[in-house]
Every structure is written in structure tokens, then in C-alpha cells.
């Protein structure tokens, strides 16, 4: 059984970081593209990052600079480190592998 379980979110003042974690199971973690998805109050999802099972990476633009996609293929984890958060990033942000998605975790940056 797959299990993708992120962690890391909470809030944070604009301008701060945070660093959200992905633990994955149940499938062959290294063979995969991974990606962070989040949705806002009110709005669709959105692709925020792509990693790709080669390590190549990808950014929506509104986070390009700012934030980080990473993976350790080793423990089946993929990161994204958030920097200079902006309001406009409060959402729950999930992580996602092919059709696999975790439970989300809410990100809230407000002073």
C-alpha cells in the first residue's frame, strides 16, 4: 500500500521559511518523478514543483528563487524548502507521486 505522509507546515511570518517534508512507501520511491501541489482557500490546485526520478527540477513561477524541491532517493523523501514566504503562499500543500497523493499539510504565512 502506498503512504505518502508530509510534514513540516505551520505558521509562519511573511518573509520566513519552512521546510516540508515527504516520506514515502509502498512503491519504488527512486523510480519516480515527484512533485508538490498546493491549494489555496477558494482556488484549484496548483503545481508548485517537480523533481524528476533523475533529479531534474521544475518551479512554477510564482516560486521560482524562492523555494527548493529536493529528494533523498536513500529514505524515500522529498523536500521542498520554502524561503521569503509570502502571504500568497498560505495553502495546504501536498505531496504527490503519479496518481498517489498524501493527506496535505496547511502552510499559513500571516504577520
Known amino acids: 500500500e502506498v503512504h505518502l505522509v508530509e510534514s513540516g507546515g505551520g505558521l509562519v511570518q511573511p518573509g520566513g521559511s519552512l521546510r516540508l517534508s515527504c516520506a514515502a512507501s509502498?512503491?519504488?520511491?527512486?523510480?519516480?518523478?515527484m512533485s508538490w501541489v498546493r491549494q489555496a482557500p477558494g482556488q484549484g490546485r496548483e503545481l508548485v514543483a517537480v523533481?524528476?526520478?533523475?533529479?531534474?527540477?521544475n518551479y512554477v513561477d510564482s516560486v521560482k528563487g524562492r523555494f527548493t524541491i529536493s529528494r533523498d532517493n536513500a529514505k524515500s523523501t522529498v523536500i521542498l524548502q520554502m524561503n521569503s514566504l509570502k502571504p500568497e503562499d498560505t495553502a495546504v500543500y501536498y505531496c504527490k507521486a503519479r496518481g498517489w497523493w498524501g493527506q496535505g499539510t496547511q502552510v499559513t504565512v500571516s504577520s
Open positions: 523533481i524528476t526520478s533523475g533529479g531534474s527540477t
Open positions: 509502498g512503491f519504488t520511491f527512486g523510480n519516480y518523478d
